[in-house]
């Protein structure tokens, strides 16, 4: 089974603060996608990556960037965390057409 | 712009009792249709898809959905729920032919079974 983890379930930051959310996956995918769940607006995409250092942006990346240096790895950072990048992140690989795998997400507050 | 509608936010229903989640899609060209779980605490995880041939598509723990060209829908179907069913559904639409073009989700519909 494909298998996605996150590196926190909760977070807690503050107001400034250069937040880090790490992703990864262990089947070998070429495709990482990073998105934020808010309640009645569903899964946004932030961005997604094809390759190893290859990244795009998806529908709202205003106020993150992403990394990823290794396949298996696909970091999310917020530089300058804020109060309205409080969500759920979802980290997800894919293979296949549509086909995602995703992890667990991670809760992130900001104060 | 591709969107995807899910009528309902919150599906009520009884244990047992079948259950017909809508789903809607705006596209003039072909697509590829998903439907996604998400159980509290967790993940989204892969339902059902359509890509092509027949319109009936069956997937996990019974679900089933049809695909609609005519009407642009993909409702989701169960004859029986039982009360583990009860999660965040969500339908999920992606036009284009690679693995990374985008996947725009519905907004996600609540479905709650009730002993």
């Known amino acids: 089974d494909v298998k996605v983890t996150q590196s926190s379930r909760y977070l807690v930051k503050r107001t400034g603060e250069k937040v880090f959310l790490e992703c990864v996956q262990d089947?070998?995918?070429?495709?990482m996608f990073w998105y934020r769940q808010d309640p009645g607006l569903g899964l946004r995409l932030i961005y997604f990556?094809?390759?190893?250092?290859?990244?795009e942006k998806g529908d709202i990346p205003e106020g993150y960037s992403v990394s990823r240096e290794k396949k298996e790895r696909f970091s999310l950072i917020l530089e300058s965390a804020s109060t309205n990048q409080t969500s759920m992140y979802l980290c997800?690989?894919?293979?296949?057409?549509?086909?995602?795998?995703f992890g667990p997400g991670t809760r992130l507050t900001v104060t | 712009a591709q969107s995807v509608t899910q009528l309902d936010s919150q599906v009520p229903v009884f244990e047992e009792a079948p259950v017909e989640l809508r789903c809607n899609y705006s596209?003039?060209?072909?697509?590829?249709l998903f439907w996604y779980v998400q159980y509290p605490n967790q993940g989204l995880q892969l339902l059902l898809k359509?890509?092509?041939?027949?319109?009936l598509v069956k997937g996990i723990n019974g679900f089933e959905a049809e695909f609609n060209k005519s009407q642009t829908s993909f409702h989701l179907r169960k004859p029986s729920v039982h009360i583990s069913d009860t999660a965040e559904y969500f339908c999920?639409?992606?036009?284009?032919?690679?693995?990374?073009?985008?996947?725009?989700f519905g907004p996600g519909t609540s479905l709650s079974v009730i002993p």
């Open positions: 359509y890509l092509s041939g027949s319109t």
């Open positions: 999920a639409v992606i036009k284009g032919k690679t693995s990374y073009d985008k996947v725009i």
């Open positions: 089947m070998d995918h070429e495709n």
């Open positions: 596209s003039s060209v072909s697509v590829y």
């Open positions: 990556s094809y390759d190893v250092k290859m990244k």
């Open positions: 997800a690989s894919s293979l296949r057409i549509g086909e995602q795998y």
